[in-house]
């Protein structure tokens, strides 16, 4: 028994099952997670190794080479760049996507473990990071303060972070901006000297006074007691009174030489948060959890750890990842929420009648509702693309019900009994449905195959529609028939009201119908005339193509931009500081839409990676500035990024500045693209003279912002040379006298502080007056083994000099990258002009530039769409030709795929969108959706003919009769796009290209199906009757 | 005994099954899935691409008396849809076993 015959014959049976499904599908949705991509593993890791003392150069040569050269061997490597720099060689190896990266991990590390004996001896062991999204943090926390300055840092640790780490799946905790206590003991020097003393002194006798020291235990009489002397400050002051030792038969104390402040560390990071300078709370979550989960979590915590705090203690969360994702995916569920609707409207309209409406859109709860249960038994989330997904195959899931429920139809009206009707009309059309679903999934599963950066962002997409679509098929051959065979009845009576509402509707759709035979009939008498024009339309719609800019991917608003500023190297961070507060007052009255500014400033105290990896200075300032939600603000993050730099350009003390419109946010077209161009080469020199006229070609070009130059400028540095032969004379070893000079400046931790099971570092240094000066290094005393002082300038010298820049490496060859970002441009155009100008340059020998970066990534993805492209065409052509079981017949269909373009550039060029990958994945798409009206037309067209009509009159009774159902599943499909392709709601702007392209390639591919593919036909079939003649002649002659 | 065979749409299966039972027919023969085609204006039952239907014929040999109220019912039906197709041919059973 089939399918169908089964279900209209066991209706509970049929009805039970796909309730099973719903509810299944509902359950799974609800334990869904919500997230803002499927899961990407980022592929990059980094191998950072530290060599202290050695410069850019020499770390070069000695570590980065070498690690190099053995890490190249790496399997499924992509690209391997590195950094060189003063004491450290970071080496970035970049993966193919999809590469299993605790393998490739693993391999990294196994030849790290080869190499560690040809290292040099001063380096430590080299240390593999894995970098992937789930390192970003995921919430910024401010804290501001007016009374509690001191305490903030403990207030922040005990009060907020603590029970914030508790959270399930958070990682960590940082505070930055709220200074650490800190115990220093400053020196005199002078003083120190005189009392014939050295630092290292203080610190052995503080060392030795600030501990407990168990003394073993004695018996008194039955009872054993532990003995234990308490030797631990029990306050800070304590320090004070430290015997040094004797002078002139006195005693000697620390308050004699020094002065001890319990006091806040120096040099930190400062947050200034709206022009109030506060802590910043960073939460980094655990690999593995739910962005979303634990934000609603710390929300929820937030309330009484606020209660907790002293009043003027406030917290501000500045920055909440998960709010953008829950925006992003609630107005993408309206958006399919919205498109079924419109589809629901279509349907109602064609058919006029409210059962078979129904019929129809149960299918598309059904067919959706199983995507939730795939995405739960994969593992994935609910995001941006498993929605976008649903919305794009929400308009295709009712066309095979519609075939199914007009057949039906069709036979009830001819006399059959529902029951009957149901299972014999379903069988007349089910090979045809089947067919179709092919088509689709011929287009959408190799999409689950794709590779690369592609490869991740439509696999899910892939499966869906294709899961989907499939579930849609089974639907329509087994609910469909057994609703149909129970609500359809032979004569549905029609109320007045119902008349004369769709009465108009009716009559309009009959003259549609005639109109259009007329228009086949004159097409078919000047099939020349048709024919030639349909191809001059085409051919001139490639034109427009040169016309339609090209991006990688298309850039979306969310809400955030980042800048750094850099004044010149060695500013000192008061004046940093100033120039901070001058920007927040002018841009605090310009740019009303913002409504968080976050500036830090000053040496980073790196306590996680994060702050870490970013490069921290006193001369530097790194803003966060969030805005307001997209869609309630006129200026987006690029305009308003733009007239920052304006803003920024005008100020002559900066040096240099970037604006990245979309923060550091890691994501697919969030925020702004870049170009990048790799100078590469290994003279120094010449490479810096290249990389200059690269970056004034790149100032040049339209579209292009902030160009900057991946080799820094030279550092100032104070360089101080011992001479070996002096320092041998005076008893000093060169590591020793650099220690006393790292200990004067620097300071030296000798123990710590504890109290109330808290530790604080005693630092001991020179006081900063005596610190300030370059006389002031050369003063420095250093005592020998035999305890008498040397100064430094008797034994070396302090030269001011500049620190050689850092190198970079691409694939084991010297680079600069130089970078811009861009600017309502097309990247292609962009890069195509920069590339022209290099060109034109006369480049040095050994010297080459090269495009990169996005770019590269843009070439390397298209070109995978067009193989895709044409695998998909391939196997749509089999598909077809297995049903028609003809090859011609497919070939005629396949001329609505040139229209199906010509739509594609012509929308892309009214709206004025650039040709991104996205907009591409939307054409591959097409090729499936567009000869679906094809393969409906030309199947009654031939069936018709099979009937004995001849080809003119087959293919004009069977156009007429098919025009509606080809225009009902183009509009489902079409209307289902357009809340996609007005790009409502936040972050489903990247999507947008995908909605124009395929909706402006439908309508002009079955607008011009229904006139030139019956054309086509004709002018190939014409001559069959005549062959046939002529081949029954011969056989009788 | 008259022999009656009755070649019908399939979608005439359940009215012609009522039929027989209307007039109290018990004993019939059925077969599924044949061809065939009208022999003035009847659409052809080819199950094919180009004409879909099928036909089936159910044979009963019946009492005389029965035949006409059971092709009176069979007019009924066909006149209710007759574009489906249901035609019946009446002969004599000569010896039955």
Known sequence: ?1037 | MKAIMIIYNQAHSSNVLDALDKCSIRGFTKWEDVQGRGSSKGEPHYSSHAWPSKNMVTMAVVEPEVLPALLAELRKHNEEAEKQGLRAFVWEADSVI
């Open chain 1, 1 to 1037: 028994m089939k399918l169908y015959e089964s279900a209209v014959k066991k209706p509970v049976t049929t009805a039970l099952i796909f309730i099973a499904i719903v509810v299944l599908g509902l359950f799974s949705y609800t334990k869904l997670s919500v997230d803002l991509y499927p899961e990407i593993e980022l592929n990059m890791a980094t191998v950072m190794t530290t060599y202290s003392g050695a410069s850019a150069a020499d770390i070069e040569l000695n570590l980065t080479k070498r690690l190099e050269t053995s890490l190249s061997t790496v399997s499924d490597l992509k690209k391997i760049s590195s950094n060189s720099k003063d004491n450290v060689s970071i080496i970035t190896i970049e993966f193919e996507y999809g590469t299993n990266m605790d393998e490739a991990v693993n391999d990294i590390r196994s030849v790290l473990d080869f190499q560690k004996n040809y290292l040099p001896d001063g380096a430590e062991s080299p240390v593999v990071f894995k970098y992937s999204t789930e390192m970003m943090p995921i919430m910024f926390i401010s804290a501001r303060t007016s009374q509690n300055a001191q305490g903030l840092y403990k207030i922040l640790e005990e009060k907020v972070a603590n029970p914030l780490n508790r959270i399930d799946g958070v990682a960590s905790t940082s505070i930055s901006g709220a200074p650490q206590r800190e115990i220093q003991i400053l020196t005199d020097p002078q003083k120190m000297q005189a009392y014939n003393m050295a630092d290292e002194q203080i610190a052995s006798l503080v060392a030795a006074g600030n501990s407990n020291i168990p003394a073993g235990s004695i018996d008194v009489g039955s009872d054993t007691y532990s003995v234990r002397v308490n030797g631990e400050l029990k306050e800070s002051d304590q320090i004070n009174d430290i015997i040094l030792g004797s002078y002139q038969g006195r005693n000697i104390f620390i308050k004699d030489v020094a002065v001890v402040k319990d006091t806040l560390k120096e040099r930190a990071t400062q947050v200034v948060t709206n022009g109030v300078t506060g802590a910043m709370i960073v939460v980094q979550k655990q690999s593995g959890a739910n962005v979303v989960d634990i934000a609603d979590k710390i929300n929820k915590a937030l309330p009484d750890i606020k209660a907790s705090l002293p009043p003027d203690v406030k917290l501000e969360v500045i920055l909440d990842s998960s709010e953008f994702i829950k925006d992003s995916i609630s107005s993408l569920t309206e958006t399919v929420v919205l498109a079924g609707i419109l589809v629901m409207l279509v349907v109602l309209l064609f058919l006029g009648r409210w059962r078979a409406t129904f019929i129809i859109i149960l299918t598309i709860p059904v067919s959706l509702i199983a995507a939730f249960i795939y995405l739960m038994v994969t593992g994935n989330t609910l995001n941006i693309i498993s929605l976008s997904s649903l919305s794009i195959a929400i308009g295709m899931v009712v066309d095979d019900a519609i075939v199914v429920l007009e057949n039906i139809t069709t036979h009830i009206e001819r006399g059959s009994k529902p029951k009957d009707a149901a299972i014999y009309a379903t069988n007349e059309v089910a090979v045809a449905i089947i067919a179709s679903t092919l088509t689709i999934i011929a287009v959408f599963f190799p999409l689950t195959m794709v590779t690369g950066l592609a490869g991740i962002m439509f696999k899910q997409l892939g499966w869906i529609v294709t899961i989907v679509i499939s579930v849609s098929a089974i639907v329509a051959l087994s609910l469909t028939p057994m609703l149909a065979s129970k609500l359809l009845t032979k004569d549905p009576k029609r109320s007045k009201l119902f008349n004369l509402l769709y009465g108009p509707i009716e009559r309009t759709l009959d003259s549609l119908d005639r109109g259009y035979a007329y228009l086949l009939t004159w097409a078919l008498r000047n099939r020349a005339l048709v024919i030639i024009s349909a191809a001059m339309l085409f051919i001139g719609s490639l034109f427009l193509l040169a016309r339609v800019g090209t991006d990688f991917f298309p850039a979306s608003d969310n809400a955030q931009i980042g800048l750094t500023i850099e004044l010149p190297v060695g500013t000192r961070v008061e004046h940093t500081r100033k120039l901070n507060t001058y920007l927040y007052n002018l841009w605090k009255d310009k740019y009303p839409e913002i409504e968080i500014y976050q500036s830090s400033l000053g040496q980073s105290d790196g306590s996680n990676i994060f702050m870490a990896m970013r490069s921290s200075g006193t001369y530097l300032i790194t803003y966060t500035a969030r805005l307001t939600k997209a869609s309630k603000r006129e200026r987006d993050i690029f305009e308003i990024s733009d007239e920052m730099r304006k803003d920024l350009a005008a100020i002559p003390e900066i040096y240099r500045f970037e604006v990245t419109p979309g923060g550091s946010n890691m994501g697919f077209g969030s925020g702004g693209t870049s170009l990048e161009m790799d100078v590469l080469g290994y003279n120094m020199k010449d490479a810096d003279t290249v990389a200059n006229q690269v970056a004034n070609i790149m100032r040049k070009t339209e579209g292009l912002r902030d160009i900057k130059l991946s080799r820094e400028n030279y550092t100032p540095q104070l360089q101080i040379e011992f001479d070996r032969e002096k320092l041998a004379m005076n008893g000093l070893t060169m590591t020793g006298a650099a220690t006393v000079v790292r200990n004067r400046i620097n300071g030296l931790i000798t123990s710590r502080f504890r109290e109330d099971g808290e530790e604080y570092d005693i630092v001991v240094k020179n006081e900063l007056k005596y610190r300030t000066e370059i006389e002031d290094i050369k003063n420095i005393v250093i005592y020998n083994s035999r305890g008498k002082g040397v100064r430094l300038s008797e034994v070396g010298d302090v030269i001011e000099g500049f620190a050689p820049p850092s190198i970079d490496h691409q694939d084991r060859e010297r680079v600069i990258k130089v970078t811009g970002f861009v600017y309502k441009r097309a990247l292609g155009d962009i890069a195509a002009d920069v590339q022209k100008e290099v060109d034109k340059l006369s480049l040095p020998p050994l010297m080459d530039v090269e495009v990169s970066g996005s770019v590269q990534e843009q070439q390397e993805s298209f070109s995978d769409m067009l193989t895709l492209l044409l695998l998909v065409v391939m196997l749509v052509y089999i598909v077809m030709a297995a049903q028609f079981e003809s090859f011609r017949d497919p070939f005629i269909i396949m001329f609505s795929l040139p229209f199906a373009f010509t739509g594609v550039f012509l929308a892309l060029w009214l709206t004025g969108t650039s040709l991104s990958l996205i907009a591409l994945i939307g054409a591959v798409m097409l090729v499936g959706i567009v000869v679906k009206n094809g393969i409906v037309l030309i199947d009654y067209i031939n069936l018709n003919k099979e009937r004995g009509a001849t080809v003119r009159k087959s293919v004009i009774k069977g156009g007429k009769s098919r025009l509606r159902p080809v225009l009902m599943t183009t509009l489902t499909t079409i209307l289902g796009m357009i809340p996609m392709a007005m790009g409502i709601g936040e972050g489903s702007e990247i999507w947008q290209p995908m909605g124009i392209s395929i909706i402006g390639g439908l309508s002009i591919s079955t607008i011009l199906t229904l006139i030139v593919i019956p054309t086509i036909y004709t002018s190939f079939h014409v001559g069959d009757i005549k062959r046939k003649r002529r081949a029954h002649a011969k056989k009788h002659a």
